[in-house]
């Protein structure tokens, strides 16, 4: 008797609007010529201990999550998934400011100036 496993594909740890969908394909395209992808991780910094940081990545991680967007893939580093497991990630401009927006459930506290947060 031969028993077939199913494998459903799981959902992405951090949803991307379609907004930061488009900015990260901004970025892809005035991307230096050795970047693969854009990355998100939480170092360690800022009042509340966390930070978000969104930069340039030239080689992929075997531990890394990666999201396949119209304009790049969209990495999420493998020790700050557990941190951003449910996030959404937007990106937001007005007249003052600029910048990737993050709701995140798993956040229980923020510093006051919004820059770094805790879980």
Do not use: H
């Amino acid at each position: 008797m031969t028993t077939e496993t199913k494998t459903r594909q799981r959902p992405a740890a951090v949803i991307l609007t379609p907004s930061a969908e488009a900015r990260i394909a901004a970025l892809m395209a005035k991307a230096p010529e050795d970047a693969i992808g854009v990355k998100l991780s939480t170092p360690r910094r800022g009042c509340s201990g966390l930070a978000y940081s969104v930069d340039y990545v030239t080689e992929a991680s075997p531990l890394d999550e990666r999201i396949e967007t119209p304009g790049g893939t969209f990495f999420i580093d493998g020790a700050s998934v557990l941190y951003l497991v449910g996030s959404t990630m937007e990106w937001s401009e007005d007249d003052f400011t600029a910048g990737f927006v993050f709701n995140n459930p798993n956040a229980k506290g923020a510093c006051g100036c919004g820059e770094s947060f805790t879980v």
